[in-house]
């Protein structure tokens, strides 16, 4: 699973490096996608599969499967680490998340997630009051937390 929070900055070569702890999950290369709320969502090649294969299990005469999965594969590009956990995000991916030189990783359980730092900072300024608020609404969905 991934969890945990980690900074880094892009280096000359707009290379992130992948945290050390995720590295062993990946076999050395991952899928990365546009995420949502402004971020990368990034994930073992198995998992994009079986995700993918979950959202192709929805109808595609709706128009949003459509647009969603387009917009998901279109953007989806393999990315591979070097030996030193290093990868490049391509540009494109890069821009759609705003990130230019400082990033944070977010371990998102089945997949981690790369934000612009003042994009996420401000994610987290904003959720963090609402935790417990948050929790309350899981809680009557029939989730139990700690």
């Not at 992948?18 to 073992?44: H, I, N, Q």
């Not at 944070?104 to 987290?124: L, T």
Request: charged share 30%; hydrophobic share 40%.
């Amino acid at each position: 699973m991934f969890t945990g929070k980690y900074r880094h900055s892009l280096d000359d070569k707009n290379r992130i490096i992948v945290p050390s702890k995720f590295r062993t999950m990946l076999d050395g290369r991952f899928m990365a996608t546009r995420g949502l709320d402004g971020c990368l969502a990034c994930y073992p090649s198995d998992e994009f599969t079986r995700y993918i294969d979950g959202l192709s299990s929805l109808p595609v005469e709706k128009r949003e499967v459509r647009q969603y999965l387009r917009m998901i594969l279109a953007n989806a590009v393999e990315c591979e680490m070097d030996s030193q956990g290093r990868v490049v995000i391509p540009q494109e991916l890069r821009e759609s998340a705003a990130i230019k030189k400082d990033v944070v990783i977010i371990g998102a359980r089945n997949r981690f997630e790369v934000w612009a730092q003042d994009v996420y900072d401000k994610f987290e300024q904003d959720t963090s009051p609402l935790l417990e608020k948050l929790a309350e609404g899981l809680a009557d969905m029939g989730l139990k937390g700690s």
